[in-house]
């Protein structure tokens, strides 16, 4: 079993920034594929950001290429999402995800979530 705990969700202004972190309870953490999805009231998950379990393959959804950036700490077991330059429309609850590959986690498959942070950013 895989627990994990998102952090660092918040309030920002339109045009902030805020960095996301995704703690792991397990040493197998790194044979994982990681990612963000997000939920905004009424409207679908929609599947942010992914990073292979070495760290180099990414996925950006086109709403947020150029202003978020994943990253992970295997040794420390932790994810991480930096969100620039942040929209309105970015306001929604994040939630961490695992999967065994980055393609199956694009297709929705997920073999753990986090219970998710809010984020909302005003204008």
């Known amino acids: 079993q895989v627990q994990l705990v998102e952090s660092g969700g918040g309030l920002v202004q339109a045009g902030g920034s805020l960095r996301l972190s995704c703690a792991a309870s397990?040493?197998?953490?790194?044979?994982?594929?990681l990612g963000w999805f997000r939920q905004a009231p009424g409207k679908k998950r929609e599947f942010v950001s992914g990073?292979?379990?070495?760290?180099?393959?990414?996925y950006y959804a086109d709403s947020v290429k150029g202003r978020f950036t994943i990253s992970r700490d295997n040794a420390k077991n932790t994810l991480y999402l930096q969100m620039n330059n942040l929209k309105p429309e970015d306001t929604a609850v994040y939630s961490c995800?695992?999967?065994?590959?980055?393609?199956?986690?694009?297709?929705?498959?997920?073999?753990?979530w986090g219970q998710g942070t809010q984020v909302t950013v005003s204008s």
């Open positions: 990073i292979d379990w070495s760290g180099t393959s990414t």
């Open positions: 397990t040493q197998l953490f790194s044979d994982y594929a």
């Open positions: 995800a695992a999967e065994g590959t980055l393609d199956g986690m694009g297709l929705g498959l997920v073999d753990y």
